[in-house]
């Protein structure tokens, strides 16, 4: 396996040649991974079927006319396209032995999350899903209270996160594509929620309105209800609101010996009413009062590529997420709670 | 100057606190007479003020039975006993021709639920439920938002009603006997009854409900203190509520309710008891609340029905039904049973049609 440097690893600073990323995707998440790899000095590739152009000349990057080209040129690669095609890019980049980061969900489903997991479990190859929300300033501060002790036991938990809705009109309506709003959106919670209430045993989910012939509703909610190892419970809601909704998460962690609350429109420590100023309308939780956590995130996993210590995500956390994800759709068909322990991730229908 | 006739009101029970604030909002209305009993309040096990004592100390007066209550012939009775006990005072009010307001949840099973709202139907005595919640101006706006399409289809709600361990002043809120559960009966229903006046009166079609005793888990209670339920609607609509005591005993407040509700044009969410002004003292946090007074507002639609409707006439229903009545009393009621046993079989309940 190869052992890039990256430049900002002081011990190496003098030979450092930059890191080269492969990054597979011209998409709106493209933009914030693309500023993140330029600051950390990488040399950036772009490979998409459309939109590397305008992208390359935004972010200074190259644009590789093949996949080929990009897996054979590349230290690392990172999978930024629409959910449905990261199997196959995965499968490649595992296949030419190329360490992955990969944006949530890993893959559409179970089956094929588990298959990418063994096969880069085989080559030898790191491959990290893209859960910035681990990277968040507030969660990570929640996550680091309830480990240390701060509230006692954790009992009841709430998580929630909704903006305005992408799937006008576009791939993330397309259920087969995007894995729908639990796949997509909520999936950032399930894994907060198993991240700090601990595994989990059993799902039970509700969506409103529900997904008919595959097209997910413009307008959406989904209500998920997790039981966890140690008898904690936890209520996820993500929802795709009308078009304008601001994009807002929060959480609300109840334990034993005190609470946690968070909500991102109360405690944003900025301010500002500046008339005609247009909202970016991109969907990511960054704050202009300290670094993206996009940025930290793929500064943790170069320097998991480079030698470095684990990440705090990995990709057995990447698998669960999307194992969940698909439990929720299960138990949405059945109507029933869905036991993680009798999950079958080999067996059960992609969403 | 002409003064009509003073309203009767007699108060069963202290046992649940809200008696005393009905007591004190009654003291300032005008044209009522106020009587009270609290026959179970010596065999509480709590240190609670209560009985006759508690009447002194509110000023109202006091007899010792509820036959000498009755006797009385009060034109209306709040029934604000243990739940358990709902069930055969609002019987006997209705076997007396008394009109009554009854504190929810209105009874512990469905089924003493149903013989309450039929004895009072009978009877044509009015059968209110306390939730006072429905009366927050907050939720008239909710209402307005939805009722005139600015909220566009409402496809999702979501409630909290998160309390401290209400232990502290009543320990029966915390007996399976006269409670009828724990977190779940305790705070299901208010965020159902503000669902049900959104939805028109809509039934719920199935209820899935999570609980757990984690927390106050040194209590050594026998009922829930944690539970997230989760009702679908015939239609579609989904809504969930975190009914946990998990307000902690450190705060100012005890606790507070939060319904949000999301449609195809936006969302509107509300929080009738965050009114305030804070601060800090030696002593901790300062809560300074400056909400509307809730239970003044289900009192005067309470009153006003009494007064309208006159003596009842049994077989014929009372000029004025005010709301919430006991059917909304029932779905409800229905809810927190379905949720209850869903929590136990840890699998969602289908309500019967």
């Known amino acids: ?351 | 100057m002409s003064r009509k006739a003073a309203l009767k009101v007699a108060i069963a029970s202290f046992a649940h606190t809200h008696a005393a604030s009905y007591v004190s909002v009654l003291a300032r209305v005008p044209d009522v007479d106020v009587r009270a009993s609290d026959p179970h309040g010596a065999d509480a096990p709590d240190s609670a003020l209560r009985g006759a004592e508690l009447a002194e100390r509110l000023g109202v007066d006091y007899v010792d039975t509820y036959d000498e209550l009755f006797a009385w012939e009060p034109d209306a009775v709040i029934v604000a006993t243990e739940n358990s006990r709902h069930r055969a005072l609002v019987e006997r009010a209705a076997r007396e021709g008394v009109h009554v307001l009854c504190e929810k949840p209105l009874a512990t099973t469905v089924a003493d639920g149903e013989a309450m709202v039929e004895a009072c139907r009978a009877a044509g005595v009015i059968l209110m439920i306390a939730y006072p919640v429905r009366f927050a101006p907050g939720f008239a706006v909710m209402r307005d938002h939805l009722d005139s399409g600015r909220l566009g289809e409402m496809f999702a709600i979501n409630g909290t009603n998160n309390g401290k361990l209400p232990r502290e002043h009543r320990e029966w809120f915390t007996d399976r006997q006269l409670a009828g559960g724990g977190a779940l009966v305790d705070h299901v229903v208010h965020c159902a009854d503000l669902i049900d006046a959104l939805t028109g009166g809509l039934r719920a079609e199935t209820v899935n409900a999570a609980s757990n005793q984690i927390l106050h888990a040194k209590a050594g209670l026998d009922v829930e203190t944690g539970g997230l339920v989760t009702v679908r609607y015939p239609g579609g609509l989904i809504a969930t509520i975190d009914c946990s005591w998990s307000h902690p005993s450190t705060s100012a407040t005890w606790g507070g309710l939060t319904l949000q509700a999301t449609g195809t044009k936006g969302s509107v969410e509300i929080a009738p008891f965050a009114e305030h002004v804070s601060g800090l003292g030696d002593d901790g946090e300062i809560f300074l609340g400056f909400g509307t007074d809730l239970n003044a507002l289900l009192l005067a639609e309470f009153l006003d029905a009494v007064r309208t409707s006159g003596r009842p006439v049994a077989g014929q229903p009372p000029r004025v039904t005010p709301q919430p009545d006991g059917d909304v009393g029932l779905r409800t009621l229905e809810i927190m049973e379905a949720a209850l046993r869903s929590a136990e079989l840890r699998q969602p309940v289908a309500l019967e049609r």
């Open chain 1, 1 to 351: 396996m190869q052992t890039p440097t990256i430049p900002g690893n002081e011990t190496a600073a003098e030979s450092a040649r930059p890191l080269v990323v492969a990054l597979l995707g011209a998409g709106a998440i493209s933009r914030v991974h693309a500023s993140a790899w330029k600051e950390l000095g990488a040399e950036v590739l772009v490979y998409s079927a459309a939109g590397a152009q305008e992208l390359a000349e935004q972010y200074g990057l190259e644009v590789v006319d093949t996949l080929q080209e990009a897996l054979r040129r590349a230290d690392c690669v990172d999978i930024v396209t629409p959910t449905g095609t990261h199997r196959a890019l995965a499968r490649a980049a595992i296949d030419a032995g190329k360490n992955i980061v990969c944006e949530k969900p890993l893959t559409l489903s179970a089956r094929e999350s588990r298959e990418v997991y063994d096969a880069a479990r085989e080559a030898g190859v790191h491959i990290y899903p893209a859960h910035v929300v681990r990277f968040t300033a507030p969660y990570v501060a929640a996550h680091r209270a309830v480990v240390a002790g701060r509230i006692g036991k954790v009992a009841v938990a709430r998580f929630f996160r909704g903006g305005s809705s992408p799937a006008v009109g576009t791939w993330f309506q397309d259920e087969a594509a995007s894995g729908g709003i639990i796949m997509d959106l909520m999936i950032h919670d399930l894994d907060q929620a198993r991240w700090t209430c601990g595994e989990v045993e059993t799902v039970y989910a509700v969506q409103s309105p529900p997904t008919l012939d595959n097209v997910v509703p413009s307008f959406v909610s989904a209500h998920v209800t997790l039981t966890h190892v140690g008898g904690a419970i936890s209520h996820i809601r993500a929802t795709w609101g009308a078009v304008g909704t601001p994009f807002t998460t929060g959480f609300s962690i109840a334990g034993d010996a005190g609470v946690l609350h968070y909500d991102s429109t109360d405690s944003t420590g900025l301010t500002t009413s500046l008339h005609g100023a247009e909202s970016s309308g991109l969907v990511v939780p960054t704050s202009a009062l300290r670094e993206s956590p996009y940025l930290t995130e793929l500064r943790e996993f170069a320097e998991a590529f480079t030698g470095g210590p684990e990440p705090r995500v990995n990709a057995e956390d990447g698998a669960v997420a999307v194992y969940l994800a698909q439990a929720a759709y299960q138990s949405i068909i059945t109507g029933r709670v869905v036991d993680m322990n009798e999950f079958d991730h080999a067996q059960a229908a992609a969403a």
